[in-house]
């Protein structure tokens, strides 16, 4: 069964920075998609960034390149889906989840 846990999120101000991360457990093979998605109330779920974990392909929302990064640790037998934001603006403020073939929990990002 796979599952992902959040972590990482939280409050900071304008132009600061966090790294979100996402503990990744279940997955037969090591090598699927994953992404960084953001929802603000009242509006759909926005895909932020994505990976694929064997390596390819990096894309992100127009919104965020330059800014965000998305990376992997598939060492040490744990596999852990990073988000670091840097430059944050207040309109990414929203709750973050990550994504394999499930959801995780989502984690609250404010940015004032």
């Known amino acids: 069964q796979v599952q992902l846990v959040e972590s990482g999120g939280g409050s900071v101000q304008a132009g600061g920075s966090l790294r979100l991360s996402c503990a990744v457990s279940?997955?037969?093979?090591?090598?699927?998609?994953a992404g960084w998605y953001r929802q603000i109330p009242g509006k759909e779920r926005e895909r932020v960034a994505a990976?694929?974990?064997?390596?390819?392909?990096?894309?992100?929302a127009d919104s965020v390149k330059g800014r965000f990064a998305i990376s992997q640790d598939n060492s040490n037998a744990k596999n852990t889906l990073y988000l670091q934001m840097n430059s944050l603006k207040t309109e990414d403020t929203a709750v973050y989840y990550c994504?394999?073939?499930?959801w995780g929990q989502g984690t609250q990002v404010t940015v004032s």
């Open positions: 994504a394999t073939s499930v």
């Open positions: 279940g997955h037969t093979f090591n090598r699927y998609c």
């Open positions: 990976t694929f974990t064997g390596g390819g392909f990096t894309v992100y």
